[in-house]
């Protein structure tokens, strides 16, 4: 068999002008910016989702236990959120000398 027409040759890569070259950062930023609006889209759409089975969640426990139970379950939390931090300050957790004054 006879060889293709490119077989021997070298691989030709196209030369870059001047115009190529005040083009690219724009290009690139181009691609940034469509990257960065992507990441965004997909993090409102991901809070989106999470606050509606926030909100689903909090809506059957309201039903099934009462408005007052979920209160008490809400001052719970938000007590164990502020003896969590001040327990860790407190302890040796962390780096060495962290925690003394």
């Not at 002008?17 to 469509?34: D, E, F, G, N, V």
């Not at 991901?46 to 926030?54: L, N």
Request: proline residues 9%; aromatic residues 4%; positive net charge.
């Amino acid at each position: 068999g006879r060889p293709g027409r490119l077989a021997g040759r070298p691989h030709h890569q196209p030369r870059l002008t001047p115009r190529h070259h005040r083009l690219a950062p724009s290009a690139q930023l181009i691609r940034s910016t469509a990257l960065q609006s992507l990441g965004r889209f997909a993090n409102n759409v991901s809070v989106g989702y999470f606050a509606a089975e926030c909100r689903a969640r909090v809506t059957a426990r309201i039903h099934s236990q009462g408005p007052e139970a979920i209160r008490i379950q809400i001052q719970q939390s938000g007590q164990l959120l502020a003896v969590v931090p001040v327990g860790a300050a407190l302890s040796d957790w962390g780096e060495p000398g962290l925690a003394s004054p």
